[in-house]
């Protein structure tokens, strides 16, 4: 176990639903991250939280929308989602960002989209 | 932006073998550069990482290279056990920004009995 959890690591929905992947830390960490890792591309960095604060979205889409109510927890709330956004959503945190250090990831939730 | 290319795709070794990956960056700020296991079901695993003040780093079976002139770093894993078998990802993280990580596109390395 690296110290991240993610629930639910299974999630099928329709375009029109709307659905919250969760994200928690167990590492005193202050640093968040959601990535997406499709088939046969490079895991893509999503958004990343420092203390609360969201200091980077990488051009996503507004159907995604990130929550960081505090440094241990993160959510991605999801709404009117395509197909092509199925894939593997994975969380990770580090000690803060800016300081070079190990990203621990959780075990990703597995999404499918209808 | 970072761009990390990463090859081989797919590297299949003989048990007992070693394997070696091998990664380049574009961005010559970068200055961390970490390697990550994944395995099926679960999420990427930090093995062995370097930062660019350092050329090489080993622990146990395991190795790093990194030539900054070159902007390259390499995988180094000796004798290769079946436990070895998953996914690699090579990363780099651009200094001084307030970036996540940027990976490559992983190699798949499957261990021969």
Redesign the interface.
Known sequence: E?G?TQTPRHLVMGMTNKKSLKCEQHLGHNAM?W?KQSA????E?MF?Y?FKEQ??NNSVPSRFSPECPNSSHLFLHLHTLQPEDSALY?C?SSQE??A?????????TRLTVT | GENVEQHPSTLSVQEGDSAVIKCTYSDSASNYFPWYKQELGKGPQLIIDIRSNVGEKKDQRIAVTLNKTAKHFSLHITETQPEDSAVYFCAARVGGGADGLTFGKGTHLIIQP
């Not at chain 1, 046969?40 to 895991?43: A, D, E, I, N, S």
């Open positions: 690296t991240v991250y990535y046969k591309k490079p895991l960095l990343v420092n200091t980077e994975l990770a960002v800016g070079a250090g190990e990203q621990y990831f959780g075990p990703g």
